[in-house]
């Protein structure tokens, strides 16, 4: 009876102590998981707070969060309908009615911009996404081991990266006409063959360094080599160019609009407020002052937005971000020893 008591106490403190085991195995877990997410929010806080510890971070992230905030606003209300025109207050001068005056036909051109706001960040928006899928997907050509399938992209790219812009999309407008798509799709063409052509160097540098061999040596793919090992190596170079891209496609949606194949002609846009006021402005040039200061700030923001997120995101730069990396790497090693702590507790259990 004893023996068998022993046996049942025996066995009792296994269970209890797998049961412990796999409590403490689901708490660790958890608890890598919290410091995984809160490492990841830390970061973010602290990239934030760098950038606004600047002048220039602060003007850009203010004027992106106005001209964001003024695009919202813009979907459910402006001071007058787009449709309301009035001849007999064509060009009228800022008045409490018309804070910033009408335009030719009457229309109050801060309802204009406002609604154009919202235009405008879509295009940008796209624009990004299209630089950024041409040019990595040019890049990632660029970088593979296969010597002629490299040159003849590397070829292409710097053979194509001499056509304008304004040729792309007149050639585009032919078959699709005057259009917003118009403007992205030239945009992204043109701005993807120039981050391509400036990431190059820097994903072929990645692609041929050591680890990226060790990677491919115990079975990684191409594919899974580019966005793990060769893409972080690019990112820098991608934030700066896609905030150019951005900047530049606001202003090559105002000169495309002006020559007649940007957005279409009752789509609200600041190259459309620019573009219909232009040619009064020695007789009204309050009518072209106010969508080109519009347009001067949010290129000015989008050109500093990069700059000052690639200082703020470096950890060579940001010593406080290099911090949270150490205790990154910190979380990470206990995670591992949380691993083989439930390995172990798991092979005692089945024991």
């Given at each position: 009876?004893r023996k068998?008591d022993?046996?049942?106490?025996?066995?009792?403190?296994?269970?209890?102590?797998?049961?412990?085991?796999?409590?403490?195995?689901?708490?660790?877990?958890?608890?890598?998981?919290?410091v995984?997410?809160?490492?990841?929010?830390a970061?973010?806080?602290?990239?934030?707070?760098?950038?606004?510890?600047?002048?220039?971070?602060?003007?850009?992230?203010?004027?992106?969060?106005v001209?964001?905030?003024v695009?919202?606003?813009?979907?459910?209300?402006?001071p007058?309908?787009?449709s309301?025109?009035?001849?007999?207050?064509?060009?009228?001068a800022?008045?409490?009615?018309?804070?910033?005056?009408?335009?030719?036909?009457?229309?109050?051109?801060?309802?204009?911009?406002?609604?154009?706001?919202?235009?405008?960040?879509?295009?940008?928006?796209l624009?990004?996404a299209?630089?950024?899928?041409?040019?990595?997907?040019?890049?990632?050509?660029?970088s593979?081991?296969?010597?002629?399938?490299?040159?003849?992209?590397?070829?292409?790219?710097d053979?194509?990266?001499?056509?304008?812009?304004?040729?792309?999309?007149?050639?585009?407008?032919v078959?699709?006409?005057?259009?917003?798509?118009v403007?992205?799709?030239?945009c992204?063409?043109?701005?993807?063959?120039n981050?391509?052509?400036?990431?190059?160097?820097?994903?072929?540098?990645?692609?041929?360094?050591d680890?990226?061999a060790?990677?491919?040596?115990?079975?990684?793919?191409?594919?899974y080599?580019f966005?793990?090992?060769?893409l972080?190596?690019?990112?820098p170079?991608?934030?700066?160019?896609?905030?150019?891209?951005?900047?530049?496609?606001v202003?090559?949606e105002?000169?495309?609009?002006?020559?007649?194949?940007?957005?279409?002609?009752?789509?609200?846009s600041?190259g459309?407020?620019l573009?219909?006021?232009?040619?009064?402005?020695t007789?009204?040039?309050?009518?072209?002052l106010?969508?080109?200061?519009?347009?001067?700030?949010a290129?000015?923001a989008?050109?500093?937005?990069?700059?000052?997120?690639?200082?703020?995101?470096?950890?060579?730069?940001?010593?406080r971000?290099?911090?949270?990396?150490?205790?990154?790497?910190?979380?990470?090693?206990?995670a591992?020893?949380?691993?083989?702590?439930?390995?172990?507790?798991?092979k005692?259990?089945?024991?």
């Amino acid at each position: 009876m004893r023996k068998e008591d022993g046996m049942r106490s025996d066995g009792g403190r296994d269970v209890r102590s797998g049961r412990a085991g796999r409590a403490g195995r689901v708490s660790h877990a958890g608890h890598v998981g919290r410091v995984g997410r809160v490492g990841r929010a830390a970061k973010t806080r602290v990239v934030l707070r760098a950038m606004w510890s600047t002048g220039v971070g602060r003007y850009a992230l203010v004027t992106l969060g106005v001209w964001g905030s003024v695009a919202l606003l813009s979907c459910v209300w402006t001071p007058w309908p787009l449709s309301a025109t009035d001849g007999y207050h064509a060009w009228d001068a800022p008045s409490f009615a018309h804070p910033l005056g009408t335009d030719g036909t009457g229309a109050d051109i801060l309802s204009w911009l406002m609604a154009g706001s919202r235009t405008n960040l879509a295009i940008a928006l796209l624009t990004v996404a299209g630089t950024l899928a041409v040019g990595l997907l040019l890049v990632g050509c660029m970088s593979v081991r296969s010597a002629w399938l490299s040159s003849a992209v590397c070829a292409a790219v710097d053979a194509l990266i001499a056509l304008p812009t304004v040729l792309v999309a007149l050639l585009l407008a032919v078959p699709f006409g005057a259009s917003a798509a118009v403007v992205v799709g030239a945009c992204s063409l043109a701005y993807g063959l120039n981050l391509a052509r400036v990431a190059k160097p820097a994903a072929l540098l990645a692609a041929r360094s050591d680890y990226v061999a060790a990677a491919r040596a115990n079975g990684a793919s191409g594919p899974y080599l580019f966005v793990r090992h060769v893409l972080p190596g690019v990112t820098p170079v991608l934030a700066v160019q896609a905030s150019i891209a951005a900047g530049t496609s606001v202003l090559a949606e105002a000169g495309l609009t002006y020559l007649g194949v940007g957005v279409g002609a009752g789509v609200p846009s600041w190259g459309h407020s620019l573009a219909t006021s232009a040619r009064l402005i020695t007789v009204f040039p309050l009518t072209v002052l106010w969508p080109g200061l519009v347009v001067t700030a949010a290129v000015s923001a989008l050109n500093l937005f990069g700059d000052v997120l690639r200082e703020a995101a470096d950890p060579m730069a940001n010593g406080r971000l290099r911090t949270l990396g150490y205790a990154d790497e910190i979380a990470r090693a206990a995670a591992d020893d949380g691993k083989d702590m439930g390995k172990a507790m798991g092979k005692e259990d089945a024991r």
